[in-house]
């Protein structure tokens, strides 16, 4: 059984909230649009997530604004604009997809609306986080799609597979001259979109850019996450710390995909590696999941871990263990069953 102990203790009746002061909610940290369409994503694979769907919905849809824009942060009653971004409308366009076909018709009409309501936005994104969690929701959205939709996963395909061909040169396959945070959903987004559309070059730049990711990642024979104090900039050193729990997860999803569609135990192997990160398989040997709170440590430092244990690590443990942990306790299907 998941623990979904701090899961609760950081949402009241309005939403999730942002961020604890050790395994202490902080109600002045606000909501943001990110934290709400990951925990929407948790609750949607809950066997009793409901109630909990439903109040991250309900967040997501009134931080909707009348001007067509959509709120990343409301703190104290406030509506903070300063921190909108591209890559939080994208993860909440992947929440509200995956929304849509759930079994709750009050959820699943909420994200609906705002699936439709915002997903011409789109087409307009700079940001590669932003386009390929849209492009991974439109893949993922379990029923027929229209033209527009199927013309839309062609345009945000084109979008990243360009940047790579673009930033790529010898000895640096990616989309970028630098690697940042979750950058496993640019080569996820593009399997998703090869096995919705049959696009071999979509397939072809995602193995090599995810190969390329897991070369970096890997070369301790464990997940090493990217640090945020300086990111991995081409030509430079990677930065070792501090390393979020958030990469981990969408490390794992990228391996994770990367199976499901060519099959190849590698790939099994490093996403198990990037979900034992959370359990003391990382550099400095310690545990992120806090098993007397629930909840998960916000990073590993160079000293040794965060204690803080906001909604992002919880929610991207939870997530990692809801997909790839339940896994490990099932038969292993084959690539072609995979695959069909």
Not at 37 to 45: F, P
């Amino acid at each position: 059984m998941l623990d979904y102990r701090h899961l609760r203790r950081m949402t009241d009746s309005t939403g999730i909230l942002q961020f604890s002061r050790l395994s202490v909610p902080d109600i002045s940290s606000g909501y943001t649009l990110d934290d709400n369409a990951r925990a929407l994503i948790v609750a949607i694979y809950m066997e009793n997530g409901h109630d909990l769907a439903l109040t991250y919905a309900s967040w997501l849809y009134q931080a909707q604004r009348l001007d067509g824009t959509w709120s990343n942060l409301q703190s104290l009653g406030r509506d903070i604009p300063a921190l909108d971004s591209e890559d939080s409308v994208g993860r909440a366009l992947l929440a509200c997809a995956l929304g849509m076909s759930c079994s709750w018709p009050d959820v699943q009409s909420l994200c609906r609306s705002m699936f439709n309501h915002n997903l011409p936005r789109a087409i307009t994104f700079t940001s590669p986080r932003a386009v390929a969690y849209t492009l991974l929701g439109l893949c993922k959205i379990d029923q027929p799609l229209s033209r527009e939709h199927i013309k839309l996963i062609h345009q945000l395909t084109s979008f990243l597979t360009g940047l790579y061909r673009q930033k790529q040169r010898k000895g640096w396959y990616w989309f970028e001259n630098f690697f940042t945070y979750c950058n496993g959903i640019l080569p996820q987004s593009l399997f998703a979109a090869y096995k919705r559309t049959g696009d071999i070059k979509a397939l072809k730049i995602g193995h090599d850019a995810l190969n390329f990711l897991c070369d970096v990642l890997f070369e301790s024979g464990y997940l090493n996450i990217i640090g945020n104090k300086g990111w991995y900039i081409r030509g430079r050193k990677k930065a070792r710390f501090d390393q979020q729990p958030v990469d981990a997860a969408s490390t794992a999803f990228a391996c994770w995909e990367a199976y499901h569609i060519l099959g190849g135990q590698h790939y099994l192997d490093m996403a198990q590696k990037a979900h034992r990160w959370y359990h003391g398989a990382n550099v400095h040997g310690l545990k992120l999941y806090d098993g007397n709170t629930g909840g998960c440590y916000d990073a590993l430092t160079e000293e040794g871990v965060n204690l803080n244990q906001g909604a992002e690590a919880v929610l991207s443990y939870l997530l990692c263990e809801q997909h790839i942990a339940k896994y490990l306790h099932q038969e292993q299907p084959s690539a072609v069953e995979q695959s069909s």
